[in-house]
C-alpha cells in the first residue's frame, strides 16, 4: 500500500515526533490538534515540547513543504491517533474492596469522530495512544461505523504502540521494533507497510487486541520490578541496611536484575498503563494492583524520609530539585516528585522547586524558583528529587557557599555521599538510613 498523504491526531510528545519523521522521509503530513496555541506554534517553525533534535526535525520539515499543522483532519491515506489517554478525574471502579484508577478515553473517542467525514475506502486507520484492551474492536470500530465503510472490508485498522524512550523518541521511533496490530491480516499488511516508511527495527504483526496487551505488558512488567525496588528499599531502611549496596551485590547473579528504587514511578506510561489491566479485570490482577499501589504510596516513604533528616517539616525551607518524571526530560506528567513536594507542603514545610527542563511550569500549589541559586540560597535542606545530569555534576564545594542548607536527602542515588560529606553537609539517601554515620 501506498502513503503519498498523512493525518496525524494529537501532537504531542508522540505525535509530533512521529509526524516530522514521516515528514522527513518524504511524506506530505498533516498534524492534527485542538489546542490552537500549538497549531500557531509548530506554523511559525517553533516547538512546544522538549525533545532532542525535536525542534530542527520540525523546522526541516515545514522548510521542505512536507509538513503543516491544522485543528482539523483533512482527506488522507493514513490516519494515525496518538492523543493523551489519561485518568478520569475524581472517578475510580471498585471491585471487593479495591479501589482503581479509569481511564479517560474521550481524547481517543474525539479523534475517532473527527476522522468520520474525512475517511475514504481504502484508507488505513491506527490508534497508537496506549489505551485498555479491547479498545480496537470495541470502542473504534464501532465509532468508524458510522461512517457508513467497514474496518477490514472498506478500510484498514490497526493498532501500533508507541515503544519510545523520552529524550531518545526521534532515534527510537526509527529503531526500535514495530508491533503492528490489525482488525484483520490485510489491516496489519497495511500497518506494516505505512511504518515501513522509516522503521529499521523489526516490524511484527499481530491483531489489534494482541498489540494492546504487549504494550500494557512491557509497562507493567517494569511496574512490577521497580514496586519490588521500593519495597526493598523500605526493608532496607528498617533494618539499617544500604539498600544500594544490597542490590549491586545480588544483581551479580547471573538470573537477577533489580531495578533501582526512588521517589516512586512517574510518567503517562508505567505509572498510568497498569491500571488498564486493573480496570479490564480487577479480578484477575491482584499482584499488578498491588505493584501500583506500593509505587504510588513511595512518595509517602520519601516525605518521611525528610522528615526524619530534618526532625521536623514544621517551617522548614527546603529546595527540592527536579519536577520531571525521569532524568533530562521536561515531561512532569504523574511525576512522583510532584507528589512529593505536596507532601512536604502539607506537613508544614516551606518547599521552592527548580526543574531546570521546564523552568516556566506552573504547577498548582507548587512555588517554582526563578532559578537553581534561588532554590537553595535560603534552603534548610536540599532534596534530590530526580537524577538529572546537571544536578548530579553538581560540585560540593560550590554549593557549600550557595547555600546554607547543611542536609542532604538524595532520592535517586545521584550524589557521592562522601563528596559532600566531606564539605561539611549531612546526607541521608532512601533505603540507607545510616548514610550520615557510615
Known amino acids: 500500500m501506498k502513503f503519498q498523504k498523512i493525518c496525524v491526531i494529537g501532537l504531542g510528545y508522540i505525535g509530533l515526533p512521529t509526524a516530522s519523521t514521516f515528514a522527513s522521509h518524504g511524506v506530505n503530513v498533516i498534524g492534527v490538534d485542538i489546542n490552537p496555541h500549538i497549531i500557531d506554534t509548530l506554523n511559525k517553525g517553533e516547538v512546544h515540547i522538549h525533545e532532542p533534535g525535536l525542534r530542527d526535525a520540525v523546522t526541516k520539515a515545514i522548510a521542505s513543504g512536507n509538513f503543516k499543522a491544522a485543528t482539523q483532519p483533512e482527506e488522507a491515506d493514513a490516519f494515525i491517533i496518538a492523543v493523551p489517554t489519561p485518568f478520569q478525574e475524581n472517578k475510580f471502579g471498585e471491585y471487593n474492596g479495591i479501589t482503581y484508577k479509569l481511564a479517560d478515553m474521550r481524547a481517543v473517542t474525539s479523534a475517532a469522530e473527527s476522522i468520520l467525514p474525512v475517511l475514504r475506502k481504502g484508507n488505513l486507520v491506527v490508534l497508537e495512544s496506549t489505551s485498555p484492551p479491547r479498545t480496537t474492536v470495541d470502542l473504534i470500530t464501532p465509532i468508524l461505523a458510522r461512517s457508513g465503510l467497514e474496518a477490514g472490508r472498506d478500510f484498514h485498522l490497526a493498532y501500533s504502540p508507541e515503544r519510545v524512550l523520552p529524550g531518545q523518541i526521534l532515534h527510537e521511533l526509527i529503531e526500535n521494533a514495530r508491533v503492528i496490530g490489525g482488525v484483520t491480516a490485510e489491516s496489519s499488511e497495511a500497518g506494516k507497510d ?3 516508511i522509516f522503521v529499521k ?4 504483526k499481530t491483531d489489534a487486541t494482541t498489540a494492546e496487551m504487549v504494550k500494557l505488558m512491557e509497562n507493567t512488567y517494569r511496574d512490577v520490578n521497580i514496586a519490588i525496588a521500593n519495597e526493598f528499599s523500605r526493608l532496607a531502611d528498617k533494618f539499617g541496611v544500604n539498600v544500594w549496596e544490597a542490590i549491586s551485590i545480588a544483581n551479580l547473579h547471573p538470573r537477577v536484575k533489580i531495578l ?20 479490564a479485570a480487577p479480578e484477575l490482577t491482584p499482584l499488578i494492583y498491588h505493584s501500583r499501589q506500593v509505587n504510588d504510596s513511595q512518595p509517602h516513604f520519601v516525605a518521611e524520609t525528610v522528615k526524619r533528616a530534618l526532625g521536623t517539616l514544621s517551617g522548614k525551607r527546603i529546595a527540592a530539585l527536579g519536577l520531571a518524571y ?5 515531561d512532569l506528567r504523574e511525576s512522583p516528585a510532584n507528589e512529593v513536594v505536596h507532601l512536604l507542603q502539607e506537613k508544614g514545610a516551606q518547599v521552592l522547586a527548580w526543574e531546570p527542563f521546564k523552568p516556566e511550569a506552573k504547577l498548582p500549589g507548587i512555588n517554582m524558583a526563578d532559578s537553581f541559586e534561588s532554590a537553595i540560597r535560603d534552603a534548610d535542606a536540599l532534596i534530590l528529587l530526580v537524577k538529572h545530569t546537571e544536578f548530579i555534576k553538581l560540585d560540593p564545594k560550590e554549593i557549600a557557599q ?3 542548607a547543611r542536609i542532604l536527602i538524595d532520592t535517586v542515588n545521584g550524589w557521592d555521599k562522601e563528596s559532600w560529606k566531606t564539605h561539611g553537609f549531612e546526607f541521608l539517601r532512601i533505603g540507607d538510613a545510616n548514610s550520615n554515620h557510615r
Request: glycine share 14%.
Open 326 to 330: 525521569k532524568p533530562d526530560v521536561d
Open 402 to 404: 550557595k547555600t546554607k
Open 260 to 279: 533501582s528504587p526512588g521517589p516512586g514511578v512517574g510518567g503517562h506510561c508505567i505509572s498510568v498503563d497498569p491500571w488498564f489491566f486493573v480496570e
Open 194 to 196: 505505512l511504518y515501513s
Open 201 to 204: 527495527g523489526q516490524i511484527i
